[in-house]
């Protein structure tokens, strides 16, 4: 989520107020649910009237003057881009998608695997969008606690990395920042979601809010993804990927387990 909230705030200084002058699909696969041409077709002079997030996926607020909105939503899945360039900008690598705006600019989105999506939803208020209306809360909003926290994992079966990694029980927290967070909270990855207690809801729900914070302050993690400008994230997790590195608490060796699959990197002896 860092990473998409980090391009939600480019795209938003960016686009917001733009008109869409220009649509060319490079890679049709990246449209798993709408005709390319009547992708193209809809898309084709509206003006972007806001950018918003949920969880992970982008939602590019769209309408032709006081008409009743529509949205535009991308989800960057694992290898997905969004880059803005001046309009002579050459065929990039991988490129999937390039949308001109009225600025002069274009949006090029590349993605090598092609496992992102781009479609249109007719919701006006994208909350409602079909692919986020049952998510969970966002750590990020006021509101967010521990009660809230804790409200989601009554009677949610499974251990607790797993139930963080379930967007409808929390939205936007994926591998990295589910690490980190339980590792700040001190709260083992293995514990049974529905057996934390109150204090330790508490301790999570403040972790996972200010572990997301300090991560869209530097712009996300580390490693392949850049911003819109081609800027690469500078956050730089406690435990994350580091097995057999010193805790950096107690300076015991971190272990990595699997848990639902994902790898997980945790200190046995800091973490109950």
């Given at each position: 989520m860092p990473e998409v909230e980090t391009l939600r705030r480019g795209l938003a200084k960016a686009t917001s107020g733009q008109h869409i002058t220009a649509i060319r699909i490079a890679d049709e696969r990246i449209l798993k649910r709408v005709d390319p041409g009547k992708f193209v077709e809809r898309l084709n002079g509206v003006a972007v009237k806001a950018v918003n997030r949920r969880?992970?996926?982008?939602?590019?607020?769209?309408?032709?003057?006081?008409?009743s909105s529509f949205h535009l939503v991308v989800h960057l899945n694992m290898k997905g881009s969004v880059r803005l360039f001046t309009s002579d900008v050459p065929m990039q690598k991988y490129e999937c998608v390039r949308v001109g705006l009225s600025s002069g600019a274009v949006l090029v989105y590349a993605d090598m695997w092609?496992?992102?999506?781009?479609?249109?939803?007719?919701?006006?208020?994208?909350?409602l969008v079909s692919d986020v209306a049952s998510m969970g809360p966002e750590p990020l909003d006021?509101?967010?606690?521990?009660?809230?926290l804790a409200s989601r994992l009554v009677g949610k079966r499974g251990l607790i990395k797993t139930v963080?990694?379930?967007?409808?029980?929390?939205?936007?927290?994926?591998n990295i920042y589910a690490d980190e967070s339980?590792?700040?909270?001190g709260v083992s990855p293995k514990r049974q979601a529905s057996a934390l207690d109150v204090a330790e809801c508490d301790?999570?729900?403040?972790s996972i809010a200010e572990t997301l914070e300090s991560a869209v302050c530097c712009g996300g993690s580390r490693g392949e993804y850049v911003d819109l400008d081609g800027n690469p994230g500078t956050y730089e997790p406690k435990v994350y990927g580091g097995k057999g590195k010193?805790?950096?608490r107690c300076g015991g060796p971190l272990t990595k387990v699997s848990i639902g699959g994902r790898g997980t990197t945790y200190c046995p002896v800091c973490q109950h």
């Open positions: 969880g992970k996926f982008l939602l590019f607020e769209l309408g032709h003057g006081v008409s092609t496992w992102g999506d781009w479609h249109l939803d007719d919701a006006s208020d994208y909350r006021e509101g967010w606690s521990g009660a809230v963080l990694l379930d967007q409808k029980v929390v939205a936007g927290v994926g339980l590792f700040a909270a301790a999570l729900a403040t010193p805790c950096p």
